[in-house]
């Protein structure tokens, strides 16, 4: 029974496929479509936030801060002190000014580095001439302790015209050993431990050590 069920499904199979070759042709589609991938470019910019420290330490602030007298000189522009100093932003005030060779002018006194050495020091411009007088910076002022002044970390304007000598004092002017000065001079100190004066002596800037 199972060989005769088994020949004709064999025989239908023939039929078939006699059939759909006396028939019409089978078509066969083929449907192309195109894909296309579109690549988009998306450029990032990168912001780089600059933090309050980094900011009142970059030059455009320390520019800023600087009188427009002074700007005006273009004396940050030469070359001595563009390629021989930077500006040091460490001590508060910023600058000073006060007339400190006594031509009734105001002169400048601005906190500098030098590049080469790291040393810290000031530079004071008189306004009449734009002279530039390099104190500490790699520079030993007369009478001065150091050619470094990193140590100092306050200055101010000193008006007073008689000042009192320290105890081994003897550079100054008076009979008591104390300096006695017309103009304003610069007052450098150490916290907790003393300084002395920047002062003309009608040919240069000296240093008078006044405590310790």
Same mark, same amino acid.
């Given at each position: 029974?199972?060989?005769?069920?088994?020949? @004709?499904?064999?025989? *239908?199979?023939?039929?078939?496929?006699?059939?759909?070759?006396?028939?019409?042709? =089978?078509?066969?589609?083929?449907?192309?479509?195109?894909?296309?991938?579109?690549?988009? +470019?998306?450029?990032? +910019?990168?912001?780089?936030?600059?933090?309050?420290?980094? *900011?009142?330490?970059?030059?455009?602030?320390?520019?800023?801060?600087?009188?427009?007298?002074?700007?005006?000189?273009?004396?940050?522009?030469?070359?001595?002190?563009?390629? !021989?100093?930077? @500006?040091?932003?460490?001590?508060?005030? *910023?600058?000073?000014?006060?007339?400190?060779?006594?031509?009734?002018?105001?002169?400048?006194?601005?906190?500098?580095?030098?590049?080469?050495?790291?040393? +810290?020091?000031?530079?004071?411009?008189?306004?009449?001439?734009?002279?530039?007088?390099?104190?500490?910076?790699?520079?030993?002022?007369?009478?001065?302790?150091? !050619?470094?002044?990193?140590?100092?970390?306050?200055?101010? =304007?000193?008006?007073?015209?008689?000042?009192?000598?320290?105890?081994?004092?003897?550079?100054?002017?008076?009979?008591?050993?104390? %300096?006695?000065?017309?103009?304003?001079? %610069?007052?450098?100190?150490?916290?907790? +431990?003393?300084?002395?004066?920047?002062?003309?002596?009608?040919?240069?800037?000296?240093?008078?050590?006044?405590?310790?």
């Amino acid at each position: 029974m199972s060989r005769i069920l088994i020949i @004709l499904t064999f025989g *239908f199979l023939i039929s078939c496929n006699s059939n759909i070759e006396k028939g019409k042709k =089978v078509e066969i589609k083929i449907i192309r479509d195109t894909i296309k991938i579109t690549k988009k +470019v998306i450029d990032t +910019v990168y912001v780089e936030k600059k933090s309050e420290n980094e *900011f009142y330490k970059s030059e455009f602030f320390i520019y800023e801060r600087l009188p427009d007298w002074f700007l005006k000189t273009k004396i940050l522009n030469g070359i001595k002190l563009k390629n !021989d100093f930077k @500006l040091d932003n460490r001590l508060n005030p *910023f600058y000073l000014e006060a007339d400190y060779n006594g031509d009734g002018n105001i002169d400048i006194a601005i906190p500098i580095i030098e590049i080469k050495t790291e040393k +810290v020091g000031f530079a004071i411009i008189h306004r009449k001439t734009n002279d530039i007088y390099i104190i500490g910076a790699g520079t030993k002022v007369k009478n001065g302790l150091s !050619d470094d002044m990193s140590y100092i970390d306050i200055w101010k =304007v000193n008006r007073e015209k008689i000042n009192e000598a320290g105890l081994e004092e003897n550079t100054g002017s008076g009979k008591k050993g104390e %300096l006695i000065i017309e103009n304003a001079s %610069l007052q450098i100190e150490k916290s907790e +431990v003393g300084g002395g004066q920047i002062y003309w002596n009608g040919n240069e800037y000296a240093y008078f050590h006044q405590t310790c």
